[in-house]
């Protein structure tokens, strides 16, 4: 139990379907973070969020949209997305940057996403 | 650019054998270090970290040393387990940076 939790763990979409993910965290953590893992390529890091605002997006096209509502939910929302789009997306938390320098972040288990 | 190598995979090894993962890294000031561990199926967990120069971490068996003049971070364990099979992954946060910057991740696999 890390802590943060991802739902679903596996969803399988066609590219014009709409779908979302959630991520929550129970560890009073106020940053926020998707990332996404293929194989045999580093994590990527997709967006960051602060306080519910996001610091931090890293170039990720606009069919991945992220919502923070608070500082212990935050949301993936899928729409056309494209067979490259299958992979592993982790949701992490940790304190803010800025705050204390070495504190981790902790990862859920992550959703398997397979595009048909 | 803040950077992070990992030697290549995978890693194969019998049941007590002597583990070495290679980490090195490039950054400016003095940054936070990091070993993650991914079981099959499972996110990323954190395994030890180091946040100074010469500081050791050390978790379930795990140690890594922080060593400023040669820029690494490597994970041993002296005697590896079949549970032990799974997917390492070097990180660093640079001083003044939230972000953490991942190597590409080390796969140990563990023979019986």
């Known amino acids: 139990e890390t802590g943060v939790t991802q739902t679903p763990r596996h969803l399988v979409m066609g590219m014009t379907n709409k779908k979302s993910l959630k991520c929550e965290q129970h560890l009073g953590h106020n940053a926020m973070y998707w990332y996404k893992q293929s194989a045999k390529k580093p994590l990527e890091l997709m967006f960051v969020y602060n306080f519910k605002e996001q610091t931090e997006n890293n170039s990720v096209p606009s069919r991945f949209s992220p919502e923070c509502p608070n500082s212990s939910h935050l949301f993936l929302h899928l729409h056309t997305l494209q067979p490259e789009d299958s992979a592993l997306y982790l949701c992490?938390?940790?304190?803010?940057?800025?705050?204390?320098?070495?504190?981790?972040?902790?990862f859920g288990d992550g959703t398997r996403l397979s595009i048909l | 650019g803040n950077s992070v190598t990992q030697m290549e995979g995978p890693v194969t090894l019998s049941e007590e054998a002597f583990l070495t993962i290679n980490c090195t890294y490039t950054a400016t000031g003095y940054p936070s270090l990091f070993w993650y561990v991914q079981y099959p199926g499972e996110g990323l967990q954190l395994l030890l970290k180091?946040?100074?120069?010469?500081d050791k971490g050390s978790n379930k068996g795990f140690e890594a040393t922080y060593r400023k003049e040669t820029t690494s971070f490597h994970l041993e364990k002296g005697s590896v387990q079949v549970s032990d099979s799974a997917v390492y992954f070097c990180a660093l946060r640079a001083t003044g940076f939230q972000k953490l910057v991942f190597g590409t991740g080390t796969r140990l696999l563990v023979s019986p």
């Open positions: 180091a946040t100074k120069a010469d």
């Open positions: 992490a938390s940790s304190h803010g940057g800025g705050i204390v320098d070495n504190q981790p972040q902790h």
